[in-house]
């Protein structure tokens, strides 16, 4: 009874610590406004959904970006991808809304059983920046029962688990269950905001077939080819996936098809989600370094290579702001645009690669 006494004080602590944990972002002052989902669902008021909504609004009109990182909290280059437009881009004209948290509830807990970092760390040249490595699925503490079987308000049915999933929640219903109200919120901020271009940014296990590929809307099929070829040329080779119609709740379908918006989903690989994966380790997670997945590309069941390198989150990273850019650049071109969204100070694909992202996060202590 002691034994267990001991146990569950140390894993109480620890779970109460990432219960509560508040990540910190760099909000640049003058440059970032703030805004809350609850401004577009008031029924997220004091609830784990409640997250933050940074804009940067060049004060000029033009087309607007939706970035929405955070989705699935054991998704890293997602996170990370947003952070680096919340702490680097200036808009010059057109305005960019992003989201680095778009489900908090699946960011302060990790998977019982799957033995993950609660964190993970990026070298900096101010020292180590931290971030939250959470979970796919909204807390079952937050979101419960758990039903055997999710009936989304399209009629569509699936496993009871994809209920806790804000990627098969929307267009999100007002007063749902947690995951549902989020995906409300979102597409209200789209709706309210008519938002030009929305892009939801992921990642996949290795062994998952929509790998390094960008999902898109039907209504997107006159940019799709161009943006392909453009972040070809940047040394990004990317698969096109159309959103199939009749699966539901995700973004590029119902973003697609309950606003004006053109919606993209973009996944890049991740060896950390994988099942095939040995150690969950911190430097898995970062690196991508995993010996099984070197073993599983050799045996040809992985849709990413992986050699002894892995697959380094400076390379996920930079294919999902590589992506964002391109589609702005495409859709800047694009006859129907009104003015051009023009953001700056991003770093090049080639640039986040040589100097890695630590060289693009700002100082949280500063
Ligand atoms: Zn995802």
């Not at 010059?92 to 059983?113: D, H, M, R, W």
């Not at 419960?144 to 496993?159: A, Q």
């Not at 911190?282 to 002894?308: C, M, P, Q, R, S």
């Not at 650049?329 to 694909?349: C, F, H, K, Q, W």
């Amino acid at each position: 009874m002691v034994i267990a006494l001991v146990f569950s004080v140390i894993t109480g602590i620890s779970f109460y610590k990432m219960r509560n944990y508040d990540a910190t972002f760099v909000v640049r002052e003058g440059i970032v406004e703030q805004t809350k989902l609850s401004d577009y669902n008031p029924n997220l008021e004091d609830t784990c959904g409640n997250a933050d909504i940074f804009t940067i609004d060049s004060g000029k009109p033009g087309p607007s970006l939706l970035i929405i990182g955070g989705t699935h909290g054991n998704e890293p280059a997602s996170q990370v991808a947003a952070t680096l437009f919340l702490e680097n881009a200036t808009v010059s004209s057109g305005k960019v809304f992003i989201l680095t948290e778009a489900n908090k509830c699946g960011l302060n807990f990790s998977y019982p059983q799957e033995g993950a970092p609660q964190t993970y760390h990026i070298d900096t040249p101010f020292g180590e920046r931290e971030f939250v490595y959470g979970a796919r699925a909204t807390n079952f503490v937050d979101q419960w029962p758990v039903p055997e079987v999710y009936i989304h308000r399209s009629g569509s049915k699936m496993s009871g688990q994809e209920s806790r999933n804000l990627n098969r929640a929307y267009p999100g219903v007002i007063d749902g269950n947690i995951s549902e109200r989020i995906a409300y919120a979102i597409t209200e901020l789209v709706k309210q905001n008519d938002i030009t271009l929305t892009v939801d940014l992921h990642e996949a296990a290795p062994e998952y077939p929509v790998n390094n590929a960008i999902v898109y809307h039907e209504k997107n099929s006159d940019m799709i080819g161009q943006i392909v070829f453009e972040l070809e040329m940047k040394g990004v080779v990317i698969k096109p996936e159309s959103s199939p119609k009749d699966f539901r709740g995700l973004t590029h379908r119902e973003l697609g098809d309950y606003t004006d918006t053109r919606v993209f989903l973009a996944e890049t690989s991740n060896a950390s989600q994988g099942r095939i994966r040995g150690e969950m380790t911190e430097e898995l997670i970062v690196t991508g370094i995993d010996k099984f997945y070197t073993k599983a590309t050799e045996l040809g069941i992985t849709y990413v290579d992986y050699d002894e390198s892995g697959v380094h989150l400076n390379e996920r990273v930079g294919r999902h702001v590589a992506t964002i850019m391109t589609i702005v650049d495409v859709y800047n071109r694009m006859p129907e645009a009104e003015g051009s969204l023009d953001i700056n100070n991003m770093p090049t694909y080639d640039e986040i690669i040589t100097n890695g992202i630590g060289n693009y996060l700002l100082n949280p202590d500063e």
